[in-house]
């Protein structure tokens, strides 16, 4: 499947994409990009420029993160109905992770250009992605809040973000 758009299900089961209408879902269907991904391969890299939000639809991602020291951590593993490259969404600066697939899988891609262009036609549903991936970026923050304390507690060194 290449270059695929998204279908209609596959946006339901993402909380991000919760509070859409079905007209907005079917809207912003035609905007996204999709590709199947071989185990191991780099989705986005951390460093390099970035605009846009992936949708995993099958398949399990993984985000990694280069430490000080040069090793590589995982962050996180990002699940159907997740999304990774949401901070690059909102804010169009360098990615702050690596993501690539675990065993292989299928994610779609949303650019900031699509949605710029789907600002005029659908304003509602730009607002309630943008709210979703707000809240998804908090949510985040949350937990690598929490992992830190935990860290901090065991007198270990935090993990740098």
């Known amino acids: 499947m290449e270059r695929a758009t998204v ?5 339901r089961r993402a909380e991000i994409f919760a509070a859409l209408t079905e007209g907005d879902r079917v809207a912003i269907a035609v905007c996204f990009r999709g590709r199947r991904y ?6 986005v890299r951390e ?19 280069r430490r000080a020291d040069g090793r590589e951590e995982e962050l ?8 990774a490259g949401e901070m690059a969404f909102l804010d169009p600066a360098p990615r ?10 299928v994610a779609y891609e949303l650019s900031h250009d699509a949605m ?16 979703g991936a707000v809240r998804d970026v908090s949510r985040r ?10 860290e901090l507690a065991r007198g270990t060194k935090a993990p740098t973000p």
């Not at 279908?7 to 946006?11: A, C, F, M, N, R």
């Not at 071989?38 to 989705?43: P, Q, R």
């Not at 996180?76 to 999304?83: A, D, F, L, Q, Y």
Request: proline fraction near 4%; aromatic fraction near 2%; include cysteine.
């Open 76 to 83: 996180s593993e990002i699940g159907p109905g997740e999304v």
């Open 38 to 43: 071989a185990a191991g391969e780099v989705v």
């Open 96 to 105: 702050s992770a690596t993501v690539r697939a675990r065993d292989g899988g």
């Open 47 to 65: 460093g390099e420029p970035g605009a846009t939000m992936l949708l995993v639809a099958e398949g399990t991602f993984v985000a990694t993160a």
């Open 116 to 131: 710029e262009a789907l600002r005029d036609r659908c304003p509602q549903a730009v607002a309630a992605i943008v709210t």
């Open 141 to 150: 923050l949350r937990q690598l809040d929490d992992r830190i304390a935990r």
């Open 7 to 11: 279908s209609i299900e596959v946006l």
